[in-house]
Structure formats: structure tokens, C-alpha cells
């Protein structure tokens, strides 16, 4: 992984908490018994249960560590949105020029990102061409499709 720090909300570092504690103690605990019945059955050879039991061994110790690394990088940080400056945590109406149609964006970290509820990576071109702007200011953001046009409506 990179060294590049993670923005976190509260509630989002807490869940990742949440979710290690859970995995380093029931989760490992439940891949040992199933470890362990398995071996009971057997040649180890040709039980399927016990290479998938490692295999799922496997796929939990890595996400423990990448657990790990992410809280380890993390950045928590309050949202500051609700200024008249976008910035994150921001909730952000646009005019899509192109469309002529109005897009309300919040503006989160990456790991909060979600574009089916619109919220938007402060590390995607669109919040980056936004941070720091008010209401009323144009921007053109280059996408792979072209250069897209938005003026800003409101910020929250």
C-alpha cells in the first residue's frame, strides 16, 4: 500500500475499528474450529473443507492487515462543510452546463466514497476543481470524455 494518508470521518474509523476487533477475535476464532473439524474427517489430501477453511484463512489475515495499514494511515477529520466554501464534508448542488440539469455532490474521503448516493472522493477531479470555491463559480473539469462545465448553486 502507499503511505498517502486516509481521510476518515469519526463514525468511519470507529466501523473500521469495529470490524478488525470483530475479525482478530471471532473471525479467527471461527476459521480455528473450522480448521480443526475439518482435520478431524481426515486425509487432509483431498478435504475440501479443510483447503477451504485455509483458503478462508487466508482471505481474513489479509484483511486484518489491510485493516491494519488503513487505521494505521488514517486521518481523522470532522466534516467542515456547512461554510460557504467547499471543502470536505461539504454537500455541494451543481449546474451541470452540458446536461442543464442541478447534481448535489457531499464531498468525503475516499474510503466513504459512494456514487450511488453521490457522495464523491475529495480526490476526484470534480471535489478538486470545487474545494474552495463559493456559490456562483464556474469550473471545468477534464474527464475522459472531455472537459465537463459546472456552476456552483449552493453549498451546505
Same mark, same amino acid.
Given at each position: 500500500m502507499q503511505d498517502d494518508e486516509i481521510i476518515l470521518s469519526p463514525a468511519k474509523y470507529k466501523e473500521l475499528e469495529l470490524e478488525l476487533e470483530?475479525?482478530?477475535t471471532t473471525g479467527r476464532r471461527e476459521?480455528?474450529?473450522r480448521i480443526k473439524d475439518a482435520r478431524s474427517l481426515g486425509d487432509l489430501s483431498e478435504n475440501f473443507d479443510y483447503h477451504d477453511a485455509k483458503r478462508q484463512q487466508g482471505f481474513l489475515e489479509g484483511r486484518i492487515d489491510n485493516l491494519k495499514q488503513m487505521l494505521e494511515r488514517a486521518k481523522?477529520?470532522?466534516s467542515v462543510? *456547512?461554510? %460557504?466554501?467547499?471543502?470536505?464534508? =461539504? #454537500?455541494?448542488?451543481v449546474h451541470d452546463v452540458e446536461y442543464a440539469e442541478d447534481v448535489e455532490y457531499t464531498i468525503v474521503g475516499v474510503m466513504e466514497a459512494d456514487a450511488s448516493q453521490n457522495r464523491i472522493s475529495n480526490t476526484s477531479p470534480l471535489a478538486k476543481a470545487l474545494m474552495g470555491l463559493k456559490v456562483g463559480s464556474r469550473v471545468e473539469v477534464q474527464t475522459p470524455a *472531455?472537459? %465537463?462545465?459546472y456552476e456552483?448553486? =449552493? #453549498?451546505?
Open positions: 470483530n475479525l482478530t476459521i480455528a474450529e481523522v477529520v470532522e462543510g *456547512g461554510g %460557504d466554501t467547499v471543502s470536505l464534508g =461539504s #454537500v455541494v448542488k *472531455g472537459t %465537463d462545465a456552483i448553486v =449552493s #453549498v451546505k
